[in-house]
């Protein structure tokens, strides 16, 4: 079984009738030698730590290495009763930066798929745990995301490196829009859909951290993450089919990471990272801690 | 294929995966080449490393490493407290150390009057290699148990270390060979392992007569 395409996935559920989780972790142990238990026990784990680290660190002001955000999340958490959003979608997003602004002042996260765009599955799956989807569909979901992950890192890149914001963040939101539908029951063709719209949405975005370091515009893209995950998960709930499948938009994000040029790949000297602003903070950054040779 | 695991993982310390995680399992390797905390670092950061050493806190995760700590212990935001608590002499300097990745760290120990110097590159996605040991080249990713010999390169040496390795039953995963000196017949090997050794088999291998030197590193990568 030599399975690397999301439609082939969905095609064994329709063939067999299991549902898309278990058809994963098998795919997986064909893969990799691992048994699903394994698998599974490893993803329950990670659910936990990720569960952990917005315990440990929501509510409070947190001090990020280069100090240029922190107490946005304090912020947001306090503002969830008024939301005009909506009470979920702002606990996603404020769960999302919670993470996010750990993740920059060094605290243990999860790197779902990377460090910077840490919060947005989480933002997704603990919002859905508080309003009482159980712990185990959870953790199945996570097993969807990684196979979301997994099919985008074979055929373009989970890196903003390589492939600009698109591949971390639109990767993130991709596969936390996938497990939301697998949380809520939605079919292995309405995941497929939730992850196709988000990474569409989110198609050509750059990676333009000030000074390279990931917390400008980071932090808040995740917010931005977890809030569109949601929206195209209901979307894909409601019938909303994505035009082209999720395999041919995980090409053309290649084929644009492909032709962005270096400077919006994480080297800190396009997009924002360009700006006045950002490059007078920077100034005054690097002058003040100065390698010595 | 990587591992759905490696995806939605794995839990570590912020906020880089190459600057942060990469250097600290850099560090790692160093600290179980040295088995166990130095007396002093001397830590010679090159290229993106030296811009990431507050921003990224590349820092505290080399110092993290060195010390032992686990990559997912929140200790490694203190580690220079660690450190002092430890006792360990720890220094930074920037260097260039020429045509390599540019996420790349020379690190220099001293532990009981023994000197070690290993030069590893963050490769992308928490993933390293090592490119040299004590001067020696290499190209390890710290994945598996590894036995450094330097051997004389006399017909059968290599040969007479696999057949001790096996009568252990220890299985080699990989081998990496080369020679030193064709003038002072010296070669040396890196060998990865399936299964860590004990202090025996080292001992046992390091009295041999074709073994100038055998070092021993564990594997970086935890459960
Ligand atoms: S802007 Fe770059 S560093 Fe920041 S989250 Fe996006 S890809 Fe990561």
Redesign the interface.
């Known amino acids: 079984m030599n399975v ?1 395409r999301f439609k082939e996935l969905i095609e064994i559920c329709e063939k067999t009738g299991e549902p898309l989780d278990k058809v ?1 972790l098998h795919w ?1 142990m064909l ?2 030698g ?1 048994s699903p238990e394994k ?1 599974l026990s ?2 329950r ?2 659910f936990k ?1 990720m569960e952990e680290s917005y315990e440990k660190n929501k509510g409070k002001t947190l001090k990020t ?2 100090g240029l955000t922190g107490d946005n999340a304090k912020k947001m958490m306090e503002y969830i009763p008024f939301a005009f959003s909506g009470e979920k979608v702002f606990q996603a997003a404020t769960i999302a930066v919670t993470i996010a602004e ?15 765009a ?1 919060g947005v ?1 989480p933002g997704v799956l603990l919002t859905l745990k508080k309003y009482g989807v159980e712990e185990e569909k959870l953790v199945s979901a ?2 969807v ?3 979301i ?2 099919i985008i ?2 055929h373009a890149s ?2 903003g ?2 492939h600009g914001c698109q591949a971390e963040i639109g990767s993130g939101t991709a ?1 936390a829009a996938g497990a939301a539908v697998h949380a809520m029951g939605g079919s292995p063709k309405q995941v497929s859909d939730a992850a196709a719209l988000s990474l569409k949405s989110l198609m050509g975005l750059v990676c333009d951290p000030v ?5 400008v515009p980071c932090v808040k893209r995740n917010a931005a993450g977890a809030t569109l995950a949601l929206l195209f998960a209901d979307m894909a709930m409601a019938g909303v089919q994505s035009v082209v499948p999720l395999d041919e938009v995980i090409d053309a994000m290649d084929k644009v990471g492909r032709m962005l040029p270096e400077s919006l790949r994480e080297t800190g000297k396009g997009g924002v990272a360009a700006t006045p602003t950002a490059k007078s903070i920077i100034d005054a ?2 002058k003040k ?1 100065k ?3 | 294929m990587p591992s759905i695991l490696e995806i939605i993982g794995p839990a570590m310390i912020g906020p880089s995966s190459s600057h942060t995680l990469g250097a600290m399992r850099i560090s790692k390797f160093a600290y179980n080449l040295n088995d166990g905390v130095p007396d002093e670092v001397v830590f010679y950061l090159h290229g993106s490393f030296q811009d990431t050493y507050i921003g990224h806190g590349t820092w505290l995760a080399l110092l993290g490493g060195i010390c032992g700590l686990k990559t997912d212990d929140p200790q490694v935001a203190r580690a220079d407290e660690v450190a002092k608590k430890i006792g360990l002499k720890y220094e930074y300097k920037a260097v260039d150390l020429g045509n390599v990745h540019p996420n790349t760290v020379k690190i220099v120990t001293e532990k009981s009057g023994v000197r070690h110097e290993i030069i590893g590159s963050s490769i992308g996605a928490g993933r390293i290699k090592i490119i040299s040991i004590d001067s020696i080249e290499c190209d390890l990713d710290g994945e598996y148990p590894t036995l450094i010999v330097e051997n004389q390169d006399v017909p059968g040496a290599l040969e007479s270390i696999i057949n001790v390795l096996s009568f252990y039953g220890v299985n080699i995963a990989t081998m990496q060979l080369k020679r030193e000196s064709k003038y002072l017949h010296k070669a040396s090997a890196m060998i990865e392992l399936d299964s860590t050794i004990s202090k025996e088999i080292l001992e046992r291998i390091r009295n041999m007569d074709v073994v100038n030197s055998a070092l021993y590193v564990n594997a970086i990568v935890e459960e």
């Open positions: 690397n994963v997986e893969d990799t691992l698998v490893k993803t784990f990670l730590v290495l280069v750990s993740n920059a002042s060094m605290k243990k996260i999860v790197a779902c798929p990377t460090g910077g840490s599955v996570l097993v995301a990684g196979a992950g997994k890192s074979i989970l890196s490196a390589q596969m000074g390279g370091f990931v917390e950054f690097s801690f390698m010595e040779t």
